[in-house]
């Protein structure tokens, strides 16, 4: 449970009332709309080079998809331990 803290540590903060739940899954939200619109700037900056532009595009995907399961585990983990599933 502590990696889980030290690793999520929005999720287990503030958890005393509906509007904090509200505000933290907001926040993930828009963690993961900014990280998106930079990856995609970042695939756009150096889509346009033929051979390290697909290198970078492949990790550039990989990041992406990381950060995606962030937020939504970010989230999930939020939810139950609102719930006092995770405590």
């Known amino acids: 449970m502590d990696t889980l803290k030290k690793f999520f540590p929005l999720s287990f903060k503030r958890l005393d009332s509906i509007g904090n739940l509200i505000v933290g899954i907001l926040i993930y939200l ?7 619109v930079l990856i995609g700037l970042a695939g756009l900056i150096t889509g346009w080079i033929p051979v390290v532009g697909a290198i970078v595009g492949w990790l550039i995907r990989i990041a992406g998809a990381i950060v995606d399961l962030y ?11 609102y719930c006092k599933v995770l405590k």
Not at 71 to 81: D, E, N, R
């Open 30 to 36: 828009l963690v993961g709309i900014v990280a998106g």
């Open 71 to 81: 937020v939504v585990a970010g989230i999930v983990i939020q939810i139950l331990a």
